[in-house]
């Protein structure tokens, strides 16, 4: 709770509309004992007293009533009304959608089916009809205005509830032996309760604008009965000749509805997980950077990473994921950068282009060169005019990365077009070769598909036939095969293959999966925690291990033929890269750590081909 | 195409089906004898005796429904008592000045506020993003009848810039220029709260749109920034933007309602509201039923561009 | 040895909603008739492939979805309705995604309380000395017990769960890809866990799994499910190394093995078949090299080929 408040108080807009809507909702609560006038005594030779009158702070109205009086007492109405109506809406809104969602099937379609119904209205034609009905006056005002916001709330918490209901924890409490009604008010209604605070946050503001409405048009509150939307109508009469009790009310109604309006996007971002970290903010086009320290000097390379640094800036908390990586690939040679989650693998492969997330994502120093040329801190339209052209990407999931609203010919085309001033037959000409190099049938026909009408394993390969568009010297593949079944996998790597061989290509393969990395690899970097902790020759590492990390995880990869047995694991789990411990980031998983492993940076060391980040290693390397 | 449209409309039929059966029970709600109940004022003994073989009040209630629906469907929408005229002739005049009104407003509101929205998101946190959502901010706080009777005050009545109310002048008016000379007042009030939440809802929409993965994809294959978000971005957020621009078409056609009030602009959001101070019932149902049933063909059409925007729609 | 869990022709058809001018559709088959026996202590292996059914296939064991047809019988009791409660004491599932199958307003306390106070309405004092002795053998703290979910790493909260489904004293337990989300290094500390604890209990664990690797290191026995359909059963060490049916073959042959150069293993074509119009023959047919005719005319049948191995096919590879 206090969490709550001290989230919803960092948004200053919000804690400025919590100020003023207290101090409203403290007046309104209090108007009963302030040591005000009569707001019904007609006093009619004082009618329209402008404001800061003697006796009449905020003036009088047309009928010489005293407008402080009626104000206060006129909010208070509004306030009370606008959160009954809220209210009800939301308890019978959610009860509908909680219900809906969980039961799904025949009780969702009836009481979905109910709430199209509503939904087809316009609203307030919903609610002038129950007013039509039931009459003019505040209650019905009241009812109508409840009645024609549940279909919102209904809606919206069956969305959730429908989310919800599919996890596995449902299931769970299922086995556990809970009932329905247990599992709905025990397990899905906690999880639900702050969407309908949200929900209601967002729209008691509106509740309140839609009765004073009604009451404006002389459906709402009727004589004597005054709330502001009825006063706001009585005043309009005379707003051309005496406009201050309009502007007064008017204003006041503004004042309300703002201060709410305020305070439920803060009370939203507050309670919306998505929102909390901030992580609804746009990526930049590239990422940004803040480079402290010396640039290393240029290198031969084709691509060279070097000294590397990548942090993430959430909040006060800095994620090292990328220290101090340095990596270099040559034309025609695959490098496999492995490591498990969060050891900065992908980050190091995103970093290459700038395409990191920023915010929170910063790159803080070292460098990328391409053939001698910095990519860090290039200006944009430079980065822009390499990127697909000549260092290209394959990303993981193919479904997520193609756009899902263009023909996959023509984002084929485009890819081709941001380089290369072709006509679009041209283009279209070479989309389709492309997806004959990448061995997808019937290619012709296939460029006029989306992406959700091809499998999987097509789609990574039009993701390749993208990659391959500019013909590119380099290309980084950031797990490409993790979301694909085996037997898709195999063929998609055996064409990777094929193409860097036939190509000359170089690619930086990052994965998880040694078995991959031994098929594919020439080359192999081990990353932990952000840093690399072993590199070399594919052989030489799997072979012979150095690192213990390395030579551990290696241990735990089960292998397809070795039988039934118990497999090795190693105790603990990988630090997390806000809170990295001085020394060997290993070290306190490491069962031949010893205290000089957690004192000062360890280097990077070794003679030939493998190198190795650790005091003791497991091989002497030559 | 042709299949998916005619397969829409023909869904609208039980929609609107339910439109009148929800509108017929709120109106038997009324407690007492319906005829006098419809009547109300008006419930002379002949009115009565009319109304009651017109509406087949003696009848159950689910006889009564079918005789007023088929009554409908042949165009009968009953008779309005307070105008003394057909409740269906009614409607057809003010239909029109309804329909100009919240078309224009609608119009206005769907630009202005998908434009700044989107600007809004492709600067997120400079200067245009903050002015932006301030002046949105007030948009959606303002109570659209409060900001018309503020426009009518400084623009006609202190200014004398634009005519303070009404559709056309009363001599020699009614072309063209002389109408969206009236329009600009009622239809800026009309869209400003509307334009705000289809800003508010764009913004988040682009947003939520340039964080996925297809974007990165985009910039990764060197896809200029200007395509990445006016091509790449807009179009993926417009398949959340059109559904709001259904339900905000719901909100500018209630918004109507007191702004024709407020300036007395001859529409049918008017006239319901006197109906329903008349207790004019026949006229308050046909009026509903009208404008409820437009409003569902509207989202039908909503429904048939959406599909054209994302080819997962199954058509 | 007794039969822990005995399976008769169970399937699962998916209706598919007719539109109102479509023809009515016979629904989506998801799991074609099965029958299966697994004994008591026994490790069962499933694999397939995304789409194989396997999920499908473990809620209905647990009841948290209704058969279309079969029976399922638990030591030699028939479970015929779908009712997860009754299920529960005898079996239990084990979800896939640690974090999904944790409420996350709710402490690890009231998660572990829920099975034995409604199952088995213990009181409270017992409760709380069950619940340590479970924390004890899946070796967790017990100050967690006060925590809320989202403050453990993937590992935890899958112990979390191995304890969850450990409480309500069940005689099987159902393992979706329970290791699937973690990473290696972790993955063997949860599989190690598991074997230890079935010998302690004396469970009899079905494993799901897509990896090969992980389901041979843990299994007795293994079934291959494709499209729905056990294709294969036999022996952990011999069903990878001597498949009989040619789908074995292609998912040993593709999974990715350190020594072995990279090549794609033979097959026609890489597509599933399609749900809504599924193959007359065998579903595996289209992308088998040694399908035939009569592969795309008739089902084949699990059949007995060489000791304790059987697998659906005309044309079984030798040796």
Redesign the interface.
């Known amino acids: 709770m206090m969490k709550f408040i001290k989230l919803l108080f960092r948004n200053q807009l919000a804690a400025v509309g919590a100020v003023i809507l207290s101090i409203i909702v403290f007046l309104a609560l209090i108007t009963p004992f302030l040591p005000l006038q009569d707001p019904g005594a007609t006093d009619l030779p004082n009618k329209f007293l402008p404001p800061f009158t003697e006796g009449h702070f905020l003036g009088t109205d047309h009928l010489g009533r005293d407008m402080l009086s009626r104000l206060f007492w006129g909010t208070r109405m509004s306030l009370w009304v606008g959160f009954v109506a809220a209210m009800i809406a939301a308890t019978v809104g959610s009860a509908i959608g909680i219900t809906s969602g969980y039961f799904g099937g025949r009780v969702d379609n009836i009481f979905m089916?109910f709430v199209?119904?509503?939904m087809?209205?316009?609203?307030?034609?919903?609610a002038?009809?129950?007013?039509?009905?039931?009459?003019?006056g505040l209650n019905n005002a009241l009812i109508a205005v409840a009645v024609v916001n549940i279909p919102f709330f209904a809606r919206n918490i069956r969305g959730i509830t429908v989310g919800l209901a599919q996890?596995?924890?449902v299931?769970?409490?299922?086995?556990?032996?809970?009932?329905h009604t247990?599992i709905i008010l025990f397990?899905l209604l906690?999880?639900v309760l702050p969407v309908i605070v949200i929900a209601m946050s967002t729209t008691i503001?509106w509740m309140i604008?839609e009765t004073?409405?009604l009451s404006?048009?002389?459906?709402g509150s009727q004589p004597p009965q005054a709330d502001l939307g009825s006063m706001?109508g009585d005043a309009?009469d005379d707003?051309?000749t005496d406009?201050h009790p309009?502007?007064i009310v008017?204003i006041a109604?503004?004042l309300i509805?703002?201060s709410i309006?305020?305070l439920g996007d803060g009370v939203r971002d507050a309670l919306d997980p998505r929102l909390r970290s901030g992580?609804?903010?746009?990526?930049l086009?590239?990422t940004m950077v803040d480079r402290g320290g010396d640039i290393p000097t240029p290198t031969e390379d084709l691509l060279a990473i070097q000294n590397l640094e990548t942090q993430f800036h959430v909040g006060n908390r800095i994620y090292r994921a990328v220290n101090d990586v340095t990596l270099t690939v040559k034309p025609g040679e695959c490098l496999g950068v492995i490591g498990?989650?969060g050891s900065g693998k992908s980050v190091t492969a995103l970093s290459v282009?700038g395409?990191v997330?920023s915010p929170p994502g910063v790159i803080t120093g070292g460098a990328v060169r391409y053939e001698g040329n910095d990519l860090i801190g290039a200006p944009?339209e430079k980065l822009?005019?390499?990127?697909?052209?000549k260092v290209?990407?394959i990303?993981q999931?193919p479904l997520?990365?193609?756009?899902?609203?263009?023909r996959i010919g023509d984002q084929l085309a485009?890819?081709i077009q941001?380089?290369h001033p072709v006509s679009n037959a041209e283009a279209r000409k070479r989309a389709i070769k492309l997806l004959k190099d990448v061995r997808i049938p019937n290619a012709e026909s296939r460029i006029r598909n989306?992406p959700?009408e091809m499998?999987?394993?097509m789609r990574q390969r039009v993701g390749i036939a993208?990659a391959l568009?500019?013909e590119p010297e380099v290309i980084i593949a950031d797990e490409p095969t993790t979301a694909l079944?085996?037997?898709?996998?195999?063929?998609i790597?055996?064409?990777l293959?094929d193409l860097r061989r036939d190509r000359g290509l170089a690619i930086i393969f990052i994965t998880?999966?040694?078995?991959?990395v031994?098929?594919?690899c020439d080359r192999v970097a081990v990353m932990y925690a952000g840093r690399i902790v072993e590199q070399g020759l594919t052989d030489e590492v799997?072979a012979h291990p150095a690192h213990p990390y390395t030579k551990?995880?290696i241990a735990?990869?089960?292998?397809?033929?070795?039988?039934?047995?118990?497999?090795?694991?190693?105790?603990g789990?990988?630090p997390i890269v806000s809170d990295l411990p001085p020394g060997c980031a290993f070290a306190p998983r490491c069962d031949k750590a010893r205290p000089e492993c957690s004192q000062g940076d360890i280097a990077l060391e070794g003679a030939g081909s493998q190198t190795v980040r650790c005091l003791y290693p497991e091989e002497d390397i030559k | 195409m042709g299949a998916y449209i005619l397969k829409r409309l023909l869904s609208a039929i039980p929609v609107i089906l339910g439109i009148t059966i929800i509108v017929f029970l709120i109106i038997e709600l009324i407690p007492g004898d319906p005829a006098t109940a419809i009547l109300g004022a008006y419930a002379t003994p002949e009115n009565v005796e009319r109304i009651n073989r017109d509406l087949g009040l003696d009848k159950p209630m689910v006889a009564r429904y079918f005789i007023w629906l088929g009554n409908m469907l042949q165009g009968d929408f009953g008779r309005s008592f307070s105008l003394n005229r057909p409740v269906l002739d009614e409607i057809s005049d003010r239909f029109s000045a309804t329909l100009i009104l919240a078309g224009v407003s609608f119009v206005l509101c769907s630009i202005f506020g998908i434009l700044a929205g989107v600007i809004s998101a492709a600067r997120q946190y400079g200067f245009a993003d903050k002015a932006i959502t301030f002046v949105v901010l007030i948009g959606i706080s303002i109570p659209s009848f409060f900001l018309g009777m503020m426009l009518q005050l400084f623009f006609a009545v202190q200014h004398r810039m634009l005519p303070v109310s009404g559709m056309k002048m009363i001599y020699g008016g009614g072309d063209l220029p002389d109408i969206l000379w009236h329009l600009i007042l009622p239809a800026t009030a009309l869209a400003a709260v509307a334009t705000g939440v289809i800003a508010r809802l764009s913004r988040s929409a682009m947003l939520e749109v340039l964080r996925q993965d297809y974007i990165r994809t985009a910039r990764a294959k060197g896809v200029n920034e200007r395509r990445v978000i006016y091509g790449h971005a807009l179009r993926s957020a417009m398949v959340s933007i059109i559904p709001i621009l259904g339900i905000q078409a719901g909100f500018v056609i209630s918004g109507a309602v007191y702004i024709e009030y407020v300036f007395e602009w001859p529409g049918l959001g008017r006239m319901l509201v006197n109906a329903i101070l008349k207790r004019d019932i026949l006229l308050v149902e046909g009026g509903v039923v009208v404008v409820a049933s437009c409003y569902v063909l509207f989202n039908i059409m909503v429904d048939v561009i959406q599909s054209l925007i994302d080819p997962r729609i199954k058509t | 040895m007794s039969v822990a869990l005995k399976i008769d022709n169970l399937s699962k058809t998916f209706p598919i909603k007719g539109g109102l001018f479509s023809k009515s559709h016979p629904g989506v088959r998801a799991v074609h008739p099965t029958t299966l026996e697994v004994q008591t202590g026994e490790t069962l292996g499933i694999v397939g492939e995304s789409g194989c059914g396997k999920s499908t296939f473990a809620r209905m064991l647990v009841g948290l979805l209704e058969p279309s047809t079969g029976v399922i019988e638990i030591e030699g009791k028939p479970f015929d309705n779908a009712n997860p409660a009754e299920f529960g004491k005898m079996i239990q599932y084990m979800f896939q995604d640690p974090v999904s199958s944790l409420n996350p307003r709710k402490t690890i306390r009231q998660i572990m309380e829920a099975p034995l106070k409604l199952l088995y309405k213990m009181p409270k004092a017992e409760r709380e000395k069950r619940i340590a002795e479970i924390f004890d053998s899946v070796n967790l703290r017990h100050e967690f017990l006060d925590r809320y979910p989202h403050e453990f790493s993937g590992g935890q909260a899958q112990r979390i769960g191995v304890a969850r489904a450990l409480a309500a004293s069940p005689r099987i337990i159902i393992l979706d890809e329970p290791v699937s989300a973690l990473d290696v290094s972790v993955q063997a500390q949860v599989l190690n866990l598991l074997a230890d604890l079935k010998t302690e209990f004396k469970l009899t664990y079905l494993f799901i799994s897509h990896d090969l690797a992980v389901v041979e290191a843990v299994s007795d026995r293994i079934a291959v499910l494709y499209f729905g359909s056990v294709v294969e059963v036999g022996k952990a060490e011999s069903i990878f190394a001597a498949p009989k049916h040619p789908y074995t073959k292609l998912l040993a042959d593709s999974a990715p093995v350190v020594g072995r150069p990279l090549t794609a293993p033979e097959q026609k074509d890489t597509e599933l078949p399609d749900p809504l119009n599924p193959p007359q023959g065998c579903a595996f047919a289209k992308r088998c090299p040694r399908a035939t005719e009569k592969c795309s005319a008739e089902i084949p049948t699990l059949t007995q080929m060489g000791e304790d191995q059987f697998a659906a096919c005309f044309h079984p590879l030798e040796g």
């Open positions: 089916r199209d119904m509503l087809a209205f316009p609203y307030i034609l919903l002038m009809a129950i007013v039509a009905a039931l009459g003019p996890r596995e924890f299931d769970a409490a299922k086995l556990a032996g809970m009932g247990r397990e906690p999880n503001g604008l004073a409405g404006f048009l002389g459906l706001l309009r707003l051309f406009p309009s502007v008017g109604i503004f509805v703002m309006n305020l992580a609804l903010s746009r990526p086009p590239s498990e989650s282009m395409l997330a944009y822009r005019q390499m990127r697909g052209d290209s990407y990303f999931d997520s990365t193609l756009h899902p609203l263009y485009e890819a941001s380089h989306y959700h499998s999987g394993g993208m568009a500019n079944d085996v037997t898709v996998q195999a063929q790597l055996a064409l293959d998880h999966d040694f078995g991959v031994a098929q594919l799997l551990r995880l735990c990869v089960p292998e397809l033929g070795e039988g039934r047995r118990v497999l090795a694991a190693i105790p789990l990988p």
